[in-house]
């Protein structure tokens, strides 16, 4: 059987940043505006591939998921606005090392 990961890329991050943009590790970072990634379907009950992403983040930031199911969370407080994101994902098959492409903007 042939399994398959995504690969998830954040091209672009421009949201509202936290207050204190150093404590990136901290449960109550990002807690305006954020970008989260999940390894799983169930965004309460799956693994988190990324902390809570808030402000500008540099090109290129990549997450690699275990199996063919990611969940992107988004959250805004509507109050102070940025550009948004932009993601792009790979499908890759772990057999055949196949890529299938694909983006979305948020």
């Known amino acids: 059987m042939v399994g398959q990961v ?8 421009d949201v509202e940043p936290d207050e204190d ?10 807690s305006y505006d954020s970008l989260q990634l ?3 379907a169930d965004v309460s009950r799956s693994e988190p591939l990324s ?3 808030c ?4 090109p290129s930031t990549t997450f690699v998921t275990s199996s063919n199911v990611a969940s992107v ?5 509507y109050f102070t606005t940025g550009t ?3 993601l792009d994902y790979h499908v890759i098959v772990v057999s055949q090392q196949q890529r299938l492409t694909g983006s979305t903007i948020g």
């Open 84 to 86: 948004g994101f932009q």
């Open 38 to 40: 999940f390894d799983g």
């Open 55 to 58: 402000g500008r983040l540099p």
């Open 21 to 30: 943009e150093d404590d990136v590790d901290d449960d109550e970072s990002c």
């Open 6 to 13: 995504i690969e998830l890329r954040v091209t672009f991050l």
């Open 73 to 77: 969370h988004f959250r805004s407080d």
């Open 51 to 53: 902390a809570r992403l």
